[in-house]
């Protein structure tokens, strides 16, 4: 079988013959930098200041200045030392990048992994456009950011990077017969080292390839946030002993019992890894199989988990995903290889020039496994 991509995600290469042209910084002080720029997204930095908000809105025919200036309570600024943002206030951050996207281009947002391990709720707005974490084609204007800390107080900075951007051209996802046959030719999921076949796997109508959450083996086999802690600096990678913000969660018989509107974190019972030719995006599971709010961040750059030889040979079994949890309205039972996320799988125009993870400075969610985020150390 022959992938005939209807479309595809632009990369690294790509995205960096973009500044200056599509990507445009709002202030000539705060200049785009390659250090943004990943496999196949762009993180987006925010702007000097924080507008705290009586209530979080869609975008649309309304100017975002006019609802700040109706919906306002006061402003936290972001410079220098930065500001804190309080447990479950509404925010809204302009972001340093601005778009002037071409004719037949569009751009896509989601959070970064570590703005969802710490339990920060985040989606993008474009001016006049009705629709949270996208523009549509063409699009020229600012960017907003809407910032909401669900678990803990959090200080952040000018500069901090809390989102990403993809830009795409048509529409790059894979069929399921597509993603099928990718499976076949490189497996995508590991049980351990072990490649597990397509018959152990599922592959939905979407497209969507399902994981399950991984309880079983690990000691603990989760972590709860705690309540009522300290501010969390959330650009100072090591700066928190993980007790001062996690519970540890148990499974005995792999099974645990999540209580209603706590926050957790998991790790997938596959070890996945990304094809250097595609990256995916982690979607919420279909909602009748219980009442959880997951995976708030999900972007998969080209080459997760997967580690390669001279030759180009993957040499490794994968990495677990992260998954971040939140059950609704009653305690709820997980257990070990339940349904808890999908994937969508996407062409891009080519390979990067780096897959993740590589020369990459500071740390990177690799090789991962039950890792909670850079801001928090082991003791």
Known sequence: MTLLPRGHLLVDRQIRDQFGQALLASDPDFPLSAAQVQPASLDLRLGPVAHRMRAGFLPGVVPLETRIERLSTGTVCLTGEGGVLERGLVYLVPLEEELALPAGIRARFNPRSSTGRCDLFTRILACGHPRFDETPEGYRGKLWMEVSPLSFPVRLKRGDRLGQLRLQQGQPALTAEELTEVYRQTPLCFDGDRPMGLEEVHIDEEGGLELGVGLSGRTPAGWRAASHTGVLEFSAEGR????????????????????????????????????????????????????????????????????????????????????????????????????????????????????????????????????????????
Not at 314 to 336: K, M, W, Y
Request: charged residues 25%.
């Open 240 to 379: 928190h002993p993980r007790g001062e913000f996690w519970e540890a969660v148990h499974a005995p018989e792999g099974r645990a019992i999540l209580a209603p509107e706590s926050f957790y974190i998991f790790a997938s019972r596959e070890r996945l890894r990304i094809p250097p030719h595609l990256a995916a995006e982690m979607l919420p599971v279909d909602i009748g199989i219980g009442e959880l709010r997951n995976n708030y961040a999900g972007f998969f750059d080209n080459g997760f988990g997967w580690i390669e030889d001279e030759h180009g040979v993957s040499q490794n079994g994968g990495t677990p995903a992260v998954l971040e949890v939140r059950a609704h309205d009653v305690p709820f039972l997980v257990e070990d290889g339940q349904s808890f996320c999908r994937l969508r799988f996407f062409h891009t125009a080519e390979r990067p020039q780096a897959l993740y993870g590589h020369g990459r400075k500071g740390s990177s969610y690799q090789g991962q496994d039950l890792t909670l985020a850079r801001t928090f150390r082991g003791d």
